[in-house]
């Protein structure tokens, strides 16, 4: 924002915490509208008929319409005021949610949740940016604390009541859910948040920028969106693929050298912003990915109802209210960079464990292993946003609460497009491998279909139905066995990328500009 050269006057004690309740209801709606639709895709797949591919664009599609919306964020704080933004916003958000909920096929529900991610991709870096602004420098590391428990909690509570939601009446309940939330959002940003900073100027917004940034997002995600079904060297998802890289470099070309850029390049040019950036988008790959796998894991493996899928993070997300205001203290007394690798660090240990779970764990040993990683994850998430932000000058604030958001939301649609994709390769992998296992030579299989034989002959089944049906229920067992193998590697997928996050979360440290020392300046 280019605007805010200086800090802005303080609101009172009483007036901040008015305005953090309000700009944290905001934040909410969005982070749960992004992120409760997993504990229902298999109930609408079964009402609209959807193929697995056409489901995702459900929970992927909405993270895409969140991320490019988030780079519009500083242009219009700065054009319209955070007040007019963050009303606009969630009352168009609020309308996408009723209309989802009323959607009368996959379409128009898919247009609806696009429409919901485009305005939470507004309203989550419009949060971060108001919550720093509003605190003293010495307390902003507890902003982002608070911050957090909005963006984290969301998820942690969302499957558990959305499934209580679908149990108890239907999924499209799910969306409705958001409508009183979004409501009190609305009244309380009319009343009590910040307008228009003094002295802010609109600028021309950079469509030729967004447009490409825009149509670069499209043909990256649905080129792997598309890669297991047409192949991944099919001419259709290389040509994607292809688009997507050339529409990047032409973006990062045209904002180098446009008067009014979408992007700030010079924002990178602090090498603290752009580690934690990084971390942010690596965060966003495996967290993504891993809030994506619990519930499918939990329903197709485990078979557990919708309500029990979401209330097995339960404890995790009670953990957390307790987590993020230490974390944030930490984050205010500790360089950003020790906290974040230490959370990083257990969050791969507890997603490596989760690798060994199979249709035999409790919901008590999944619920523990989820309880770590959410422990871990909140000891991440404030320090690396005060840590982003703290690094750069008041007029980059904007820019810079938006691309921190950016980065992680970028990281969890492609996460979770590849991690589906990968989920499909593995399971077949693995269901191949174990059929070649099955032969008459194997005394385990010939075992096997003598037993489910026996069991079928004392029902009643003729001798050629007996033959049959074990051979289809060892099919049953082979594919349950395989699918559970692709969701290990799932897991595994996961602690090895957090591994691989610590390299740039240390960076954060060991290339950081003083505390003391944002970057200034213009172009």
């Not at 679908?166 to 409508?179: G, L, P, Q, S």
């Not at 059929?435 to 037993?451: G, M, R």
């Amino acid at each position: 924002m280019t605007s805010a050269s200086a800090e802005p006057e303080l609101p009172s004690s009483a007036q901040r915490w008015v305005i953090t309740v309000t700009v944290m209801l905001g934040a909410l709606s969005a982070v749960l509208a992004t992120t409760i639709i997993n504990v229902a895709i298999p109930q609408i797949q079964g009402a609209f008929g959807m193929s697995q591919d056409d489901a995702q664009w459900l929970f992927s599609g909405t993270l895409a319409a969140v991320t490019a919306t988030m780079m519009l964020n500083a242009w219009l704080v700065q054009s319209f005021g955070q007040r007019n933004t963050f009303v606009g916003a969630l009352t168009l958000f609020l309308a996408a949610s009723v209309m989802g909920g009323l959607a009368p096929n996959a379409a128009i529900l898919i247009a609806c949740r696009i429409a919901q991610g485009a305005m939470a991709g507004v309203i989550q870096p419009l949060a971060m940016y108001t919550l720093f602004r509003i605190f003293p420098p010495e307390q902003r590391g507890q902003a982002m604390g608070i911050y957090g428990i909005g963006i984290v909690l969301a998820p942690v509570f969302g499957p558990w009541v959305g499934g209580v939601l679908i149990d108890a009446f239907n999924w499209r309940y799910v969306f409705f859910m958001m409508t009183p939330i979004s409501v009190i959002g609305i009244v309380a940003g009319l009343l009590y948040m910040p307008g228009k900073e003094p002295g802010a100027r609109r600028t021309p917004l950079d469509w030729q920028g967004f447009l490409m940034m825009l149509a670069c997002m499209g043909c990256l995600l649905i080129g792997l969106s598309n890669g297991q079904r047409e192949g991944w060297d099919s001419s259709t998802v290389l040509g994607l693929l292809s688009a997507a890289a050339l529409l990047l470099v032409g973006f990062l070309a045209w904002e180098f050298h446009t008067p009014h850029p979408l992007l700030e390049m010079r924002i990178f040019s602090n090498r603290r912003f752009a580690a934690a950036s990084t971390v942010a988008f690596t965060i966003g790959l495996g967290l993504f990915g891993f809030t994506y796998l619990i519930p499918q894991f939990a329903q197709k493996i485990q078979l557990f109802t919708p309500t029990e899928s979401g209330l097995i993070m339960m404890p995790g997300g009670l953990a957390l209210a307790i987590v993020f205001p230490l974390a944030g203290r930490l984050g205010d007394r500790l360089p950003p960079h020790q906290p974040v690798f230490v959370g990083l660090l257990c969050f791969s240990i507890s997603s490596y464990l989760m690798s060994g779970l199979d249709v035999n764990s409790s919901f008590w040993h999944f619920s523990l292993l989820i309880l770590l990683s959410w422990i871990s994850i909140g000891f991440v998430n404030p320090p690396l946003n005060a840590g982003a932000l703290r690094s750069l000058s008041p007029d980059l604030l904007g820019q810079g609460s938006g691309l921190i958001n950016f980065f992680r939301q970028l990281g969890g649609a492609i996460g979770v497009n590849l991690l589906t994709s990968m989920l499909d390769r593995r399971t077949f992998f693995h269901s191949d491998a174990l059929t070649d296992w099955q032969s008459p030579a194997n005394s385990a299989t010939a075992e096997f279909l003598k037993l489910t034989g026996q069991l079928l002959a004392q029902g009643g089944a003729s001798e050629n139905l007996q033959q049959s049906g074990a051979l289809d229920f060892l099919g049953r067992v082979i594919y349950a066995q395989a699918s559970t193998s692709g969701f290990q590697d799932g897991f595994m997928i996961v602690s090895a990328l957090f591994v691989v996050t610590l390299i740039p979360a240390w960076a954060m440290g060991v290339v950081g500009r003083p505390e003391g020392s944002p970057l200034g300046g213009r172009r």
